[in-house]
């Protein structure tokens, strides 16, 4: 076992998978020889070959359009694009065709391909790179949206995506990529894509997120703990496509009350979703309205009032605290 | 320092073999066997017969909204029948006379416009892609394929079709800076059908030619007369060898025109006028190829005209037939959205299923 980071983890995940499938490629802007601009791909140029770890030109749309063809052609491509918000370059290509291909030609030709990037805020980064536009991707059929919140879950997430035979997006949480370090087995593992966990136990509220935000709920859960006596349940939900609509109506249906915490604007965001699916499901278990702490609806602003709108376990806090109130 | 003109290296050529009036440059006129001359006839023929049957079905309501080829018959045949059973084929919407080449069905092609999915079968023997509606996008999934024919290293070839309009589109630009960074063994045919929608091709871009876009991303670009059959074999026969044996990739012009509307949805007297099309109609790609096939090359009697043209009257009356008996399942869209249904949409697909039984039953 190794303590590794996330990017890390990652890194081991995409050197896995490429040792042990030719057909996995790696491809985006300055993936090989500079390593990715996190170091997500360091090592893989070294040992796989230009060939398979691709410097591409500066074009996302084409670095996707690319990864279909080569799809299409029997490769696996993981496709790399450097920054959340530069994704919409390719959206039309993800949303015209990666999502529709198994659809349209009834399985002949599909994509089993990984679009990956780094995910949402609180880097103090510039403008477009601190995006949380999952709610966006979540909504084209077709497509998996897997978001993981630790070292462990990304390695075994990224395998899980790299060998689905659906496409999948894949955020990777850039506030978290070094935050921590865990024990990642030296054992290649995966996880069921669609399926979250419960990563805090408790009875009187539950609280639902993803990614960076994990950690904002397990803090404000701490607080509830130690200052209102207040047992919070956390869950992590791990993708928000598939939902696991299952996980979190068997929590609230305990607990009575729920909080969802995402770092994505309000309106039409991924939370939106969940209460949906507690209204539909659990309704007469409610004891009070589902409450959402997100970012506002809002543009990210640029990263000196970064901490003001993301969530912070305050807010958390907060919000449970008038949801036992109510 | 004085000025001087910058040498390029790559070059833009135009290339005509059979000219509208018969003429045929024998230096230049590619070697094609007889029964395959025949069979190219018999296609074109086929396709033009096809149109003219599509828009009667649109017309009847018995298709949905169709868009023709009409005029443009030699610009896609000719790429399709230098393709090896191997090679990839990526179409957009105007490729018919090439899928027919290919062995697409007719019937294939009457449910794609019928609005079934079930129009996207390529046969299992051709590595084709179905119809791309949305314009250029193709060119990026084109390119990417060649990149996989790279590096399976087969010696496979992609040709990939767009049109003037998808030249001013950026997927268009970005497939073809990749496949020459890459070296990629891509054929980029643009039919040059002088119209995108209502939008002529000279305002479409400043460009003097579509062909000399090539060299913006170190490709050599080829403008071919796209309704001389002959020309658009010879021109595509030399980028499949040259991409075929790692030459790289090739953007060919094939300066046609669109004969008829953008789309039955479309009514082009609001934005050309007709004696331009009549200007075209003795260019036409068919008759120029049938008066080789019987003057020129002697292979075209009465006898053998006859045999075709009811070879494919009833070759459509069947296929029109057999499309009309397809019904849609519908719940057929919910299958194959993922390998495997996910609960939430299997449980979406039992709501709906659930629904239509009891109206069917009239509850």
């Known amino acids: 076992m190794a303590q ?40 893989l140029l070294a040992e796989f070959g230009s060939n398979r770890c691709i410097d591409t030109p500066l074009a996302e749309a084409a670095i996707v359009g690319a990864g279909i063809g080569l799809a299409f052609t029997g490769f696996v491509p993981v496709c790399e694009i450097q920054f959340d918000g530069f994704s919409f370059q390719a959206f039309h290509q993800i949303e015209n065709h990666v999502r529709r291909f198994r659809n349209r030609t009834r399985g002949r030709y599909t994509c089993p391909m990984v679009i990956r990037m780094p995910y949402g805020g609180g880097i103090r980064a510039l403008e ?28 075994a997430l990224l395998r899980a995506a790299i060998y689905d035979p659906d496409p999948v997006i894949f955020f990777e949480p850039k506030a978290i990529y070094r935050a921590t370090r865990e024990e990642v087995p030296d054992q290649p593992e995966t996880l069921p894509i669609g399926k979250g966990r419960v990563v805090r136990a408790g009875r009187d509220v539950t609280l639902i997120t993803y990614g960076a935000m994990v ?20 869950l992590d939900l791990l993708s928000v496509a598939p939902l696991d609509g299952a996980l979190i109506n068997q929590s609230v ?28 499901d659990s309704l007469l278990y409610l004891e ?22 993301l969530p912070d376990p305050g807010r958390v806090v907060q919000a449970a605290l008038e949801t036992l109130r109510f | 320092m004085p000025r001087e003109l910058l040498e390029i290296a790559q070059r833009v050529e135009t290339l005509s073999i059979l000219s509208a009036d018969g003429q045929v440059d024998k230096q230049l006129e590619p070697q094609i066997d007889q029964r395959d001359l025949l069979e190219l006839y018999r296609t074109m023929l086929t396709a033009r017969r096809l149109d003219e049957r599509c828009l009667m079905l649109q017309r009847q309501g018995r298709i949905g909204t169709y868009g023709p080829s009409h005029g443009q018959e030699a610009a896609s045949l000719g790429v399709a029948y230098v393709l090896r059973r191997d090679d990839w084929l990526v179409p957009t919407f105007r490729e018919a006379p090439a899928l027919l080449w290919r062995g697409w069905p007719i019937e294939t092609w009457l449910l ?11 046969p299992p023997e051709v590595n084709d892609l179905p119809v791309c509606v949305p314009i250029a996008s193709q060119c990026q999934y084109g390119m990417g394929i060649a990149w996989g024919c790279k590096l399976r290293g087969q010696g496979q070839v992609c040709a990939t079709f767009c049109g003037d309009g998808a030249t001013s589109e950026g997927d268009f630009h970005e497939a073809l800076n990749f496949a020459g960074v890459y070296n990629l063994p891509l054929i ?17 871009t400043a460009a003097q030619t579509l062909a000399q876009k090539a060299i913006a991303y170190g490709l050599d670009g080829l403008q071919v007369d796209g309704n001389d059959l002959l020309a658009v074999i010879a021109a595509t026969r030399e980028a499949v060898e040259k991409a ?29 006028k007709p004696e331009e099309v009549q200007e075209w109609e003795p260019r036409d790609p068919l008759l120029r190829f049938r008066s080789y096939l019987r003057d020129r090359k002697r292979v075209l009697t009465e006898e053998v005209q006859k045999e075709i043209d009811e070879r494919i009257a009833a070759q459509l009356d069947e296929a029109i037939k057999n499309y009309e008996r397809h019904q849609p399942d519908p719940l057929e869209f919910f299958k194959y959205m993922y390998a495997e249904m996910t609960p939430e949409l299997e449980a979406q697909m039992r709501e709906l299923e659930a629904y239509l039984d009891r109206k069917k039953s009239g509850k």
């Open chain 1, 288 to 309: 009070a309205p589902v409450k959402r702490v997100t970012g506002f609806d809002t543009v990210i602003p640029y990263f000196r009032n970064e901490l003001t709108y």
């Open chain 2, 112 to 122: 794609y416009w019928g609005g079934l999915e079930a129009g996207n079968r390529a």
């Open chain 1, 215 to 234: 950690k904002t709920a397990l803090d404000a859960a701490e607080e509830l703990a130690d200052e209102h006596q207040v047992q919070a349940e956390v």
């Open chain 1, 4 to 43: 590794l980071t996330m990017v890390k983890a990652l890194n081991l995940a995409l050197a896995e998978a490429m040792r042990e499938n030719p057909n996995v490629l790696v491809l985006g802007q300055d993936v090989g020889q500079d390593e990715g601009v996190f170091r997500v791909t360091e090592g």
């Open chain 2, 188 to 204: 980029m045919v643009i039919q040059n059908n002088q119209w995108a929608i209502s939008i002529p091709r000279r305002r479409q």
């Open chain 1, 253 to 280: 249906r305990r607990t009575g009350r729920a909080v969802v915490i995402h770092e994505a604007p309000r309106h039409c965001g991924v939370g939106a979703e969940i209460v949906a699916r507690i209204v539909e």
């Open chain 1, 128 to 155: 477009h790179h601190s995006e949380a536009p999952e709610a966006s991707y979540a909504h084209l059929a077709g497509l998996k949206v897997v978001i993981p919140s630790g070292p462990r879950n990304a390695r």
């Open chain 2, 244 to 272: 075929r044996t790692g030459g790289g990739p090739t953007l060919i012009e094939a300066v046609t025109y669109r004969m008829g509307v953008h789309t039955t949805a479309d009514d082009p007297r609001k934005y050309r």
